[in-house]
């Protein structure tokens, strides 16, 4: 099974952008699709973002135009640049690879 790291996350203001990484273990990185989740307290966890393993990316419309999802097979990792950021943007922002294996998640607050 494919271990996950994210980093990247912290407190930004309103505005403000971040890029999320996920670091992929083994040596079939770039077959999987990637995606990223997020979840607040409260509710369920729900899809960001997702690019194939041909580089095919998909986005939930609340982050159309402000997000940024891609991957460097060479590195077996994947990115979520996060521009334009808001409050409702809060959440622990999760990894997966093949909507199978997990990441640990990383918190993003979004605040001033």
């Known amino acids: 099974q494919v271990q996950l790291v994210e980093s990247g996350g912290g407190l930004v203001q309103p505005g403000g952008s971040l890029r999320l990484s996920c670091a992929a273990s083994?040596?079939?990185?770039?077959?999987?699709?990637m995606a990223w989740y997020r979840q607040v307290p409260g509710k369920q966890r729900e899809l960001v973002a997702s690019?194939?393993?041909?580089?095919?990316?998909s986005y939930a419309d609340p982050v159309k135009g402000r997000f940024t999802i891609s991957r460097d097979n060479a590195k077996n990792t994947a990115y979520l640049q996060m521009n334009s950021l808001r409050p409702e943007d809060t959440a622990v922002y999760y990894c997966?690879?093949?909507?199978?294996?997990w990441g640990q998640g990383t918190q993003v607050t979004v605040s001033s």
């Open positions: 997966t690879a093949n909507f199978a294996s």
């Open positions: 083994g040596n079939i990185f770039r077959l999987y699709v």
């Open positions: 690019i194939t393993s041909s580089g095919s990316t």
